[in-house]
């Protein structure tokens, strides 16, 4: 309840505030400012979650304008935001309005909600997912330290994108479904691609949390009725995820219309075998049955079994270990070169006479080693570059291109193009005309859409 006199301040000073002119970041920010504070004081407060109306986004831009001035002004943008991503020789300390993308914050306690022109539209979060697509994952660099900024980019984008969707989840939600999805294939993929960064560079449990997390909001919008051909598949990766896990009656209950599938079946023998710590048949079905981002997965796992395989190995065959060839050794440790068999052997103190000859055991305390560099994986990804791996089966592209962002002031900087503004003065002004001064006014509604916006 909002009452007569306070709506009516709230409205006299929208239109005090419509027309200034503010020509610089400062000052634009400024009057954007104002102009949410006006609006939260207004915003109805309700302990009735029954007549609440749903969220929808009303953000048609990949970045939020308020939050463009913002990050601009305190220089807080990434590389793949500069004027330099788009053209070399450009200054990368200059923001390009055109590549900025809603930032991702943690949550903090007291944090207000989201407006709804905050959160971007369906329609808008996928043309920024077509962005990263087209500009920042097809542009994959090579050097470590690039590698870690281009992830970190992505996966900032990318968890603001899954926020937006689950702030408005009645909105399109098979577009929300395909949206996390390509999110989850990005994950999975650079959990083996930047397997090797040192962990100040990659970490690797949070990436693994991103996977989680973004299986389990699929999970929630499909099980609310959206639709996805691709359940099987990701119910796959929701149990290759957790392969060390005890028990996989939670996500075979939860895909049980689709667990005759190959891609179902397959993720559960591997499980079956990981379990059992039958190695042959764990390698063996890596490399003749999984996928390439289902190998991404297993190879999380791949460290762990060869460390059992090679303690039972020891164990079991301690009199002949020596005698064991090395291209057997490397069959049974899942290895395509015996010099990376010899290698690894190394690491656990096991030494080797002859390249490709006998191993010979040495008494030496076990130390896990550093993962190898899978040539198994790298042969299931062909010449597939990583938009495609991303982008999964969806065979066509989206129409990506660079635009100006609609900017609330116009050419000589008078703030008098904001839809939000206009939206409320006209429809505040409405309510206070139809009802009485000395009466509280509850219609104040936050949904709908805003002309223009």
């Known amino acids: 309840m909002v009452p007569y006199k306070e709506l009516k301040d709230a409205v006299r000073d929208l239109k005090n505030l419509h027309g200034q002119q503010a020509l610089t970041l400062e000052e634009k920010y400024a009057v954007l400012s104002k102009r949410d504070a006006i609006v939260r004081k207004c915003r109805?407060?309700?302990?009735?979650?029954?007549?609440?109306?749903?969220?929808?986004?009303?953000?048609?831009?990949?970045?939020?304008?308020?939050?463009?001035?913002?990050?601009?002004?305190?220089?807080?943008?990434?590389?793949?935001?500069?004027?330099?991503?788009?053209?070399?020789?450009?200054?990368?300390?200059?923001?390009?309005?055109?590549?900025?993308?809603?930032?991702?914050?943690?949550?903090?306690?007291?944090?207000?909600?989201?407006?709804?022109?905050?959160?971007?539209?369906?329609?808008?979060?996928?043309?920024?997912?077509e962005h990263i697509l087209s500009f920042v994952i097809a542009k994959e660099p090579t050097e470590d330290a690039l590698l870690a900024r281009w992830y970190n980019f992505i996966s900032s984008s990318i968890k603001m994108i899954r926020r937006d969707i689950m702030q408005q989840p009645n909105?399109?939600?098979?577009?929300?479904?395909?949206?996390?999805?390509?999110?989850?294939?990005?994950?999975?993929?650079?959990?083996?691609?930047?397997?090797?960064?040192?962990?100040?560079?990659?970490?690797?449990?949070?990436?693994?949390?991103?996977?989680?997390?973004?299986?389990?909001?699929?999970?929630?919008?499909?099980?609310?009725?959206?639709?996805?051909?691709?359940?099987?598949?990701?119910?796959?990766?929701?149990?290759?995820?957790?392969?060390d896990s005890m028990s996989i009656q939670r996500v075979l209950r939860k895909y049980k219309k689709s667990w005759k599938s190959p891609d179902l079946m397959f993720a559960v023998n591997l499980w079956i075998a990981f379990r059992n710590c039958d190695y042959l048949r764990y390698f063996r079905m890596i490399k003749k049955k999984a996928t390439f981002l289902q190998a991404c997965l297993a190879h999380?796992?791949?460290?762990?079994?060869?460390?059992?395989?090679?303690?039972?190995?020891?164990?079991?065959?301690?009199?002949?270990?020596?005698?064991?060839?090395?291209?057997?050794?490397?069959?049974?440790?899942?290895?395509?070169?015996?010099?990376?068999?010899?290698?690894?052997?190394a690491k656990f103190g096991i030494a080797s006479d002859r390249p490709n000859s006998k191993?010979?055991?040495?008494?030496?305390?076990?130390?896990?080693?550093?993962?190898?560099?899978?040539?198994?994986?790298?042969?299931?990804?062909?010449?597939?570059?990583?938009?495609?791996?991303?982008?999964?089966?969806?065979?066509?592209?989206?129409?990506?291109?660079?635009?100006?962002?609609?900017?609330?002031?116009?050419e000589n900087g008078r703030y008098n193009r904001d839809p939000v503004c206009s939206y409320f003065i006209e429809h505040w002004t409405k309510l206070l005309d139809s009802h009485k001064p000395d009466l509280k006014i509850a219609d104040i509604k936050f949904v709908g859409s805003y002309v223009g916006f």
């Open 300 to 345: 999380r796992h791949v460290l762990t079994m060869r460390t059992r395989t090679l303690a039972i190995l020891r164990k079991a065959h301690w009199n002949y270990f020596s005698q064991i060839p090395m291209k057997t050794l490397s069959t049974w440790l899942g290895f395509e070169e015996a010099n990376s068999t010899a290698s690894f052997c």
């Open 44 to 129: 109805p407060a309700t302990l009735d979650l029954r007549a609440a109306e749903p969220m929808v986004g009303l953000c048609k831009s990949m970045c939020p304008e308020k939050e463009r001035y913002e990050r601009q002004l305190r220089k807080c943008f990434s590389f793949y935001e500069s004027l330099a991503a788009h053209e070399e020789g450009n200054n990368s300390k200059a923001a390009d309005a055109r590549l900025m993308i809603k930032e991702f914050v943690r949550s903090a306690a007291g944090t207000e909600e989201p407006l709804p022109y905050e959160i971007r539209s369906m329609e808008a979060l996928k043309r920024t997912m």
């Open 171 to 243: 909105a399109c939600q098979d577009v929300a479904v395909h949206l996390l999805e390509m999110s989850v294939r990005f994950f999975i993929y650079s959990s083996y691609r930047l397997s090797l960064l040192p962990d100040h560079l990659f970490d690797k449990e949070l990436n693994s949390e991103n996977i989680r997390m973004c299986l389990l909001a699929i999970e929630k919008l499909t099980d609310n009725g959206a639709n996805s051909s691709n359940r099987a598949e990701f119910g796959s990766y929701a149990i290759l995820l957790d392969l």
């Open 359 to 410: 191993v010979v055991p040495s008494p030496s305390t076990f130390t896990l080693p550093p993962s190898l560099l899978e040539v198994l994986v790298n042969s299931k990804r062909g010449n597939e570059s990583a938009e495609k791996i991303v982008r999964g089966t969806c065979t066509c592209n989206g129409a990506a291109f660079l635009t100006l962002p609609e900017s609330s002031f116009d």
